[in-house]
């Protein structure tokens, strides 16, 4: 589920030697599934373990992760570099903002995953974000623009050179097209 580097658990292992015997670490993401999803590490004293926590073993510690977190940080790695500017430990939690769909889910549902952890987050540096409306029976997918991207000049840039060479590449048999079933209106809230 989670990858913790050896660099990272030597830190973790000097860090938890100040704090109560039996004291762990929790790893957790607060509004799972969502577009603010944020992943965070905590100290995890003895009493603070819930009997649905999933428990895993490391080097002089354990990390602990609550039930609503576990699905959202498969595939999450833990760091702990050191260079001229100092030391930084970094979470990285790709499936922290959508939880991941299995390779044999419905199409519908591996592209909404793809929405919101590929291209949604490429599209939020504009204020903007796509969903999914349909697929149709001609496999196309339908899609919803939003924030900033309803009205933006460069949309059908996006849709075309970018969103649809992804989802074809990634669906390739499956999906021979992306549709916009935006009305786009230009205003204030459109990046340029």
């Not at 001229?84 to 430990?89: A, V």
Request: net charge negative.
């Amino acid at each position: 589920m989670i990858a913790i580097s050896d660099a990272a658990q030597a830190h973790f292992c000097k860090l938890l030697e100040k704090q109560e015997e039996g004291t762990n670490i929790r790893v957790f993401v607060v509004n799972p599934g969502t577009p603010s999803a944020e992943c965070g590490v905590s100290y995890c004293p003895p009493d603070a373990v819930e009997a649905s926590d999933t428990i895993l073993e490391f080097k002089g510690f354990d990390a602990v992760v609550d039930l609503e977190s576990a699905p959202f940080l498969h595939d999450a790695e833990i760091d702990f570099t050191t260079d001229q500017m100092g030391s930084q430990l970094t979470l990285k939690a790709p499936n922290a903002k959508a939880r991941k769909v299995e390779d044999d889910a419905p199409l519908a549902e591996r592209i909404g995953y793809m929405i919101e952890a590929e291209i949604n987050p490429q599209l939020a540096s504009h204020g903007g974000k796509v969903s999914l409306v349909e697929i149709t029976k001609d496999k196309i997918a339908v899609l919803q623009f939003g924030g900033g991207c309803n009205g933006c000049s460069m949309v059908d840039v996006t849709l075309k050179d970018g969103i649809e060479k992804q989802m074809l590449a990634k669906f390739s048999g499956e999906l021979n097209g992306v549709k916009d079933a935006t009305e786009h209106q230009a205003g204030e809230h459109s990046y340029y």
